[in-house]
């Protein structure tokens, strides 16, 4: 059981970094320019959709670790 949790914390770490290299490639790419109807840049949005993504793989991270925790803690 302890193999399948690690990897899936790996995957969700994986996927962390992932959302978190997109959300610095928006902001390294951002154009002034680039306006919507709203005010809002094109890169604007894709930094905030990779950052709530990024906070929904660490919280998934996190729970991952804590039942591996409880796994492991209960297994003594």
Known sequence: MNYILIIMIIAAVGAVVYALARGL??????????????????????QNEMMFARVKYQAIAVVLVILMLVIAGSGS
Not at 26 to 41: R, S
């Open 25 to 46: 490639i928006a902001f390294a790419n951002m154009e002034p320019g680039d306006v919507d109807a709203d005010g809002i840049t094109a890169s604007h949005k894709k």
